[in-house]
T-cell receptor, first 114, second 111 residues
Framework: GAVVSQHPSRVICKSGTSVKIECRSL??????MFWYRQFPKQSLMLMAT?????????EQGVEKDKFLINHASLTLSTLTVTSAHPEDSSFYIC??????????FGPGTRLLVL | QKEVEQNSGPLSVPEGAIASLNCTYS??????FFWYRQYSGKSPELIMS????GDKEDGRFTAQLNKASQYVSLLIRDSQPSDSATYLC???????????FGQGTELSVKP
């Protein structure tokens, strides 16, 4: 397996504020990090792929100016939800890539925007 | 559009029975296949990966792959109530480690 941490695990914020989520790969260096979002009773939706030192690649329909991703080191990636709105309330999960194609998931961050 | 299909369930089996979870995929060129388990409110955890046709066993879990039929399954022997979760099938792509996930099958093991 792999050890991945996310912080915070749960956050409640007011509409219009920004929220930063940190994802750390604790036992291996992750060149590539995937960020997912999951709404209740739905499957994982890939939001973006980030490579260390490069700009993230966003999936179709995901606003890059709203979901800022920084992958400055091989062990840390951050997702910032800017000007959050209630429709951004979701479960956000990071997933570092180990090797060529094995993904391990962080514990997730549950965001509630009031 | 590459797709991965799973029955959403719920699949209900009695404790001690074999649970069979199925997954089909559309891209005939797919080479890697993964099963994840996701408990309610938690993130997915990797159960097994399989790359070659045939069976791969790990404890009570057996993954089966048939590339000709574009079909991958997960068998859980001696099912336990603690196995109750949603099981996600994922298929690898040739795009830098990206996975395509199925919708997940909800499994309920009744005591």
């Amino acid at each position: 397996g792999a050890v991945v941490s996310q912080h915070p695990s749960r956050v409640i914020c007011k509409s219009g504020t920004s929220v930063k989520i940190e994802c750390r790969s604790l036992d291996f260096q992750a060149t590539t990090m995937f960020w997912y979002r999951q709404f209740p009773k739905q499957s994982l939706m890939l939001m973006a792929t980030s490579n260390e030192g490069s700009k993230a690649t966003y999936e179709q329909g995901v606003e890059k100016d709203k979901f800022l991703i920084n992958h400055a080191s091989l062990t840390l990636s951050t997702l910032t939800v800017t000007s959050a709105h209630p429709e951004d309330s979701s479960f956000y999960i990071c997933s570092p890539l180990r090797g060529r194609e094995t993904q391990y998931f962080g514990p997730g961050t549950r965001l509630l925007v009031l | 559009q590459k797709e991965v299909e799973q029955n959403s369930g719920p699949l209900s089996v009695p404790e001690g029975a074999i649970a069979s979870l199925n997954c089909t995929y559309s891209d005939r060129g797919s080479q890697s296949f993964f099963w994840y388990r996701q408990y309610s409110g938690k993130s997915p955890e990797l159960i097994m990966s399989i790359y070659s046709n045939g069976d791969k066993e790990d404890g009570r879990f057996t993954a089966q792959l048939n590339k000709a039929s574009q079909y991958v399954s997960l068998l859980i022997r001696d099912s336990q109530p603690s196995d109750s979760a949603t099981y996600l099938c994922a298929v690898g792509t040739d795009q830098g480690g990206k996975l395509i996930f199925g919708q997940g099958t909800e499994l309920s093991v009744k005591p």
